[in-house]
């Protein structure tokens, strides 16, 4: 899964993970196993793309 670069180049750790957990699942055969598992990292990987959150005092 394509993914912009962080600064400097670098990839966050998690999604590289992520990445090549999806990547060797895909390897597997078609299951209904293999169907939730991809859905699971899917979700990990959109939750690991998104910017942190900050919360600023008033």
Known sequence: MPHPPRPHGQVTPALD??????RRLM?????AERTAAYERLLR???????????????
Not at 17 to 22: A, F, G, K, V
Not at 27 to 31: G, K
Not at 44 to 58: E, I, L, M, N, Y
């Open 17 to 22: 993970e992520l990445n090549d957990r999806i």
């Open 27 to 31: 390897d597997q055969p078609p299951s």
């Open 44 to 58: 990990q990987w959109a939750d690991a793309r998104q910017p942190a959150s900050f919360v600023t005092a008033a």
